[in-house]
């Protein structure tokens, strides 16, 4: 153990030079740091790295998550207040409990427009048709009359004043779903597969990413305090009661003795300190990568046998996009694959890996301290040994399974059950009444008729599940009613394309994102069509600052601000998405969009392999050599 100790150690001590790869236009170096947390531990073994001699400062925000008593203080008292908004601490705090503090950056005076954003914790995307009602209502009555769904399969409400919050949060609550969780140092929403077959395997994943929402749940009773008066909710989390077989709270709760379980009655998995950052895992069967898998921190297929049982799972960890401009021990990277675990362990080894990075991610630097740069820096062998010192077993080798494919889930699919479920398509996943298109009141409409629950897709639409046949017809008359395109219509681009929010709320955005990128996909969508190339299906994603929130490292093309109409230019990844793309160019204006794509274009009708994707082209030609086309290039 203490040779094991002394190696971790030192990988993590050693990271401090990193290394280089250089680019077309600027230098990405995956400099990687981690660093000790000073959580206790019920056992008397210090499984792998020995607590520091001598206390070291901790950084401010982490002081603040020990003194907010498990996540209650400054907020409450700041709630209490006859201010528009909080303070910049209990605004911190707050985001634990699914919430952001934003305002209007386009409207300009001394005093800001305080409002607040919500978003929700929807473990498998699942939207029962009470809860849509009841955010259509909200919506209207506390918002700005419209719903976002996200990139992490949630609905996300904007423009609530902070006199509302209570109310929003609490009807939320009470109905039997949650904020906890949404945001912050915690496992925020699980991902899975939107599909909703009957099939064992896609059962499994729903059912497990329910699991372990709700293993990795904050315990502090700060959420009930503060929402709800201290009183219990009128109906329990759906999710929870769905999994009350797997008798997750006590296995959340068993204490191996190998420090994963701490002494702190109120959140024995997260302490007083909670994560170094926020946390992220997605579930799926093999083949089905429909949700960006390797982007989490966990990764977690499904593997069954021949008949339909469950056998386990296939692990993948270190997935992550955020990074920083100009920051080169900043990156995106895909998740790498770790092993195969059965399927009675699996709630042991994921925790085992949660607490691997509470105590070993960095708390001192906040840009590196999601889980990928600890498993960057150890290298997927030694954070597998690290993982295994806290599981208690060895992890056995990862199973082979199909190849991985991309599929969005839209249009009309039979679920296997003798029942249909619809994939429809929203740009960007705004929800709302505009003019004739009236998306909002479509959902209502078909949720009153048809009593339908949804899912929301990694790729913000929405899927209705559980369709009678017969009822087929009567949904695509209320969408077209109002004014929603059946799929044949949506552009390719566009279908396949996200973007973030960005401006005019979110205070991270550099320049457009939502409201740019339909002009940009019309604007591609004319370059292609003069060149032919009209047929391609190319996956584009914007954002507006370099955080990642649409994951553009993972697509064909990307465009990421880097300042006012200015946006950096991403190659490369993936059309089913295993790989992150590499950055082509800094500083592209706006309106240089056309003469940037036309001679990639060009090079990629000269160059390509037969049923070459235009992600695959890139990755395969590199950055150099199409610099190298483009300098030679005249129209």
């Keep these: 153990m203490k040779f094991l100790a002394a190696t971790v150690a030192a990988l993590i001590a050693g990271s401090a030079h990193g290394f280089s790869s250089s680019s077309s236009s600027f230098t990405q170096s995956p400099l990687n740091t981690a660093a000790t947390s000073s959580s206790s531990s019920k056992s008397s073994l210090n499984m792998v790295l020995e607590k520091p001699a001598t206390k070291k400062k901790i950084s401010k925000l982490e002081q603040l998550k020990i003194d907010s008593g498990h996540l209650i203080q400054p907020l409450k008292e700041q709630l209490a207040t006859e201010e528009i908004g909080i303070s910049k601490d209990a605004y911190q705090i707050l985001k634990y409990h699914g919430s952001y503090q934003q305002s209007n950056r386009e409207i300009k005076g001394k005093v800001k427009d305080y409002q607040f954003m919500l978003r929700l914790k929807q473990p498998a995307g699942e939207l029962p048709p009470d809860l849509f009602r009841l955010l259509d209502d909200l919506s209207a009555t506390h918002g700005q009359g419209d719903l976002r769904a996200t990139t992490r399969q949630c609905f996300q409400m904007h423009g609530i004043m902070k006199g509302s919050l209570k109310t929003v949060i609490s009807s939320i609550m009470n109905i039997g779903s949650s904020t906890v969780g949404a945001c912050g140092d915690v496992n925020r929403n699980v991902m899975i597969t939107p599909a909703p077959f009957s099939s064992t395997d896609y059962q499994f994943a729903r059912e497990y990413s329910k699991v372990f929402a709700h293993l990795f749940r904050p315990m502090t009773p700060a959420f009930t305090q503060i929402w709800l008066d201290g009183e219990k909710v009128a109906t329990s989390e759906v999710w929870a009661k769905e999994v009350e077989h797997h008798n997750v709270d006590e296995k959340m709760l068993y204490d191996s003795g190998r420090g994963i379980v701490l002494d702190n009655t109120v959140e024995p998995i997260y302490g007083d300190r909670y994560l170094p950052r926020k946390f992220k895992i997605g579930v799926t069967v093999p083949g089905d990568n429909s949700l960006d898998i390797y982007t989490n921190d966990i990764g977690v297929v499904v593997i069954t046998n021949d008949k339909g049982e469950l056998e386990g799972f296939n692990l993948m960890v270190g997935g992550g996009m955020g990074r920083t401009h100009n920051k080169e021990n900043t990156f995106a990277r895909a998740a790498d694959h770790m092993g195969f675990v059965h399927k009675d362990d699996i709630m042991e080894c994921l925790k085992a890996i949660v607490a691997a990075q509470r105590d070993h991610g960095n708390r001192d630097v906040r840009a590196n301290a999601r889980m990928k740069y600890l498993v960057h820096t150890l290298g997927i062998d030694n954070f597998r040994t690290l993982v295994e010192s806290y599981f208690g077993k060895k992890i056995e080798p990862w199973r082979p399974m199909m190849e991985w494919k991309y599929n969005d889930w839209m249009g009309w699919w039979d ?42 897709s990694p790729t913000q639409s929405i899927i209705f599940r559980d369709i009678e046949p017969k009822d087929k017809e009567g949904i695509e008359t209320i969408l077209r009613e109002h004014g929603i395109k059946p799929l044949e219509e949506v552009d390719p681009l566009a279908r396949l394309s996200m973007a973030c929010p960005a401006l005019p709320l979110c205070g991270l955005a550099q320049t457009e994102a939502e409201r740019i990128i339909p002009s940009y996909l019309n604007r591609i969508r004319a370059v292609m069509d003069n060149m032919g190339i009209g047929e391609e299906e190319i996956l584009i994603r914007m954002t507006g600052c370099p955080n990642g929130c649409a994951r553009p490292y993972m697509a064909e093309l990307a465009f990421v601000g880097d300042g006012p109409k200015s946006y950096q230019v991403w190659l490369g990844g993936s059309p089913v998405l295993t790989r992150t793309a590499y950055p082509f160019m800094a500083k592209m204006k706006v309106d240089d969009l056309e003469k940037t794509l036309e001679p990639i274009f060009t090079m990629y009708i000269q160059q390509r392999q037969e049923f070459e994707a235009f992600g695959d082209f890139c990755h395969r030609v590199g950055a150099e050599a199409i610099e190298k086309f483009m300098e030679s290039y005249s129209a």
Aim: avoid cysteine.
């Design 415 to 456: 679920q296997g059950d003798g029942k249909l479920f619809y994939g429809l398509h929203v740009d960007n996943g705004r929800v709302k009444d505009e003019g004739d298109f009236r998306l909002k009141t479509a959902l209502r409409v078909i949720t009153d008729k048809y009593n339908l629950p949804m899912i929301l």
